[in-house]
């Protein structure tokens, strides 16, 4: 395996389906070297099995995932400050602090220091100016979409509109200490 044969590998994503639900919509991607991109073609085919037929972007009819069936409500995911990692946000009275307070392992993913900060799911009215939403994950110290390379692939509605599923490894490891050894004294 070379990172040249890697580059070969095309990346396939759904873009959705159409309004009728009938035809499902995708991309495929091609690492492009010389141009530090991406080459895409288009293609649909019917829900139910059949003959994938390559289309032009402007004939992508998918609807928006990310709208409820029922057209009432919108997801998203923004960043919320969950833990207080930062010495800023510690000690408040030193606005200047540029330290890290780190009491746990999963400190660093890859290039990434962890700053308190974690992506949650929110929905919203569709239309909504109100950009808060409502948090489906308040408080917790989990990510969705996961890093690094999560997006909007990681929820998705369910069918009638009533519940949303997604993807998070709501899983906090810890560390595994030693176990004390005892020592004993011979008193005969």
Do not use: C
Request: charged share 25%.
């Amino acid at each position: 395996m070379t990172p040249e044969l890697l580059w070969q590998v095309e990346r396939l994503s759904v873009m959705g389906l159409d309004s009728e639900g009938s035809t499902l919509f995708f991309i495929v991607k091609t690492p492009n070297i010389s141009d530090n991109s991406y080459d895409s073609k288009y293609f649909k085919m019917p829900v139910d099995g059949g003959t994938i037929v390559e289309i032009k972007k402007e004939d992508v009819k998918a609807t928006d995932k990310n709208v409820s069936t029922d057209g009432n409500h919108e997801l998203y995911n923004a960043e919320v400050q969950i833990e207080a990692i930062k010495g800023t946000d510690v000690y408040k009275n030193l606005d200047k602090s540029d330290v890290y307070i780190f009491s746990d392992l999963d400190i660093r993913h890859w290039d990434t220091w962890s700053d308190g900060s974690f992506n949650h799911l929110f929905y919203k009215k569709v239309g909504s100016e109100d950009a808060t939403g409502i948090d489906i994950m308040p408080n917790e110290p989990y990510h969705t979409p996961q890093k690094p390379f999560g997006g909007d692939e990681d929820y998705i509605w369910s069918p009638d509109s009533k519940a949303i599923y997604y993807v998070s490894k709501k899983l906090k490891v810890k560390p595994i200490l030693p176990v004390p050894i005892r020592t004993f004294t011979n008193t005969t």
